[in-house]
């Protein structure tokens, strides 16, 4: 039986950024202001792009950028409150549009409810205000299937765990299937980044694809499709595992239009949309948005701004790719195989389970452009420049 993410396309938000919330809050910023309401209000944005599912980064109370959480069962009071969610959700419902909600498990902020479930001189990747929770403690997994069956509950489905890489896989062993009990149509995805991906995914339903967002990225920015073709053979692997959660764009990453300049960012959304997985898309990049990444405080800022809605030919692009991979759902399952590859030309057919086909032509040359072509002669020309 089909699971209901198989034909979910994500828009993925970082909600703090997204609403203007202050990142870096005094004391008076942390009063309750009703900015979850700016989400709402783009819900029909959403679908007229042509997803139908919202992936919410972090809304719980936190202290800083919503990864250092302080309380799982309230909303934090830079976003609104419990009625602001609720009414976020009734608005989704209403419209067909899945929720998932970003669990950070793998640690907590200083001064949190739960310092008594910290790991004994444990920070988190040398985060001094990032704890490590002691995922050995019984009590820290009936503390985490608590928090995601409580919200599974009100209304939401599905869940990102953060840093998945980072917790010990029997852990999710022990939790996941008492959230399946109470929720069986909850979907869980765990970021990541390193690793075996199949042996993470094992608990749960899935996890990022880290290494076909890298390759896809680099392969565009060094013009040497032959790295895209050895992650693509390696994506095919592991589909017969799991189904794969992928992008080209998340709220950790710089902007793939200043990655690799908007004409290519045409040709990796191109990829997307082709490829197998369960796709999303990082808000802003369906309008150009830019935003460097970088390794200081406030150096996620850029990739993580206030959204405003506009229109833009990427727009329209994103809004034709999506609706051609509606046209064509067994995509989300289809194998890759290479037709014809040089360092700037790839030629990919993307097969389906019943003998379904697209071709995809890439060529980078001096005009970034892409053809995509089926046998019922469905076809889109891709070129943004």
Same mark, same amino acid.
């Given at each position: ?29 942390? @009063? ?13 944005? /959403? ?26 069962? &309230?909303?934090? =009071?830079?976003?609104?409150?419990? &009625?602001?969610? $609720? ?70 489905? @599905?869940? $990102? ?10 852990? #999710?062993?022990?939790?996941? =299937? ?6 069986? &149509? ?43 073709? #050895? ?23 710089? $902007? ?22 369960? =796709? ?40 034709? /790719?999506?609706?051609?991979? $509606?046209?064509?759902? #067994? ?21 389906? =389970? ?32």
């Amino acid at each position: 039986m089909t699971h209901w993410s198989e034909h979910t396309i994500w828009w993925h938000v970082y909600p703090l950024g997204f609403c203007g919330a202050p990142v870096r809050p005094t004391e008076e910023e942390r @009063a309750l202001t009703p900015r979850l309401r700016h989400i709402t209000a783009n819900l029909d944005y /959403l679908i007229e792009l042509g997803c139908n599912g919202l992936a919410l980064g972090p809304i719980f109370t936190s202290a800083t950028h919503g990864y250092d959480t302080l309380d799982y069962f &309230d909303i934090d =009071p830079r976003l609104g409150c419990m &009625d602001d969610f $609720r009414e976020l959700v009734r608005e989704c419902q209403t419209r067909g549009i899945r929720i998932m909600l970003d669990g950070v498990f793998n640690h907590v902020g200083r001064n949190s409810k739960y310092e008594h479930l910290v790991a004994q001189n444990s920070v988190f990747e040398g985060h001094g205000d990032l704890l490590t929770l002691d995922h050995a403690n019984p009590a820290t997994a009936d503390l985490v299937t608590d928090v995601m069956n409580f919200w599974l509950s009100e209304g939401t489905d @599905a869940w $990102r765990l953060d840093a998945a890489y980072s917790v010990p896989i029997p852990f #999710w062993e022990q939790v996941a =299937p008492r959230v399946y009990a109470a929720h069986p &149509d909850a979907w869980i995805m765990g970021e990541v980044i390193h690793g075996d991906y199949a042996g993470y995914a094992q608990p749960i339903n899935s996890v990022t694809q880290y290494e076909l967002w890298k390759s896809i990225w680099s392969s565009l920015n060094d013009e040497n499709f032959f790295e895209l073709d #050895w992650n693509l053979k390696r994506h095919n692997e592991l589909l017969a595992d799991f189904l794969p959660y992928t992008f080209v764009g998340n709220h950790d990453v710089t $902007r793939i239009a200043t990655k690799v300049g908007l004409p290519k960012a045409a040709l990796a959304l191109t990829i997307l949309l082709t490829t197998a997985g369960v =796709p999303a898309i990082y808000y802003g990049d369906e309008l150009g948005y830019e935003g460097l990444k970088e390794d200081k405080l406030g150096g996620d800022d850029a990739v993580r701004p206030f959204f405003k809605p506009g229109s833009s030919p990427m727009l329209e692009l994103h809004q034709r /790719l999506i609706a051609f991979r $509606r046209r064509h759902p #067994w995509l989300t399952h289809a194998t890759t195989e290479t037709i014809e590859i040089t360092n700037t030309h790839l030629h990919y057919r993307s097969k389906g =389970p019943e003998s379904q086909s697209i071709d995809v032509v890439l060529d980078l040359g001096d005009r970034p452009q892409a053809r995509i072509s089926s046998e019922n002669e469905d076809e889109i020309f891709v070129s943004l420049t």
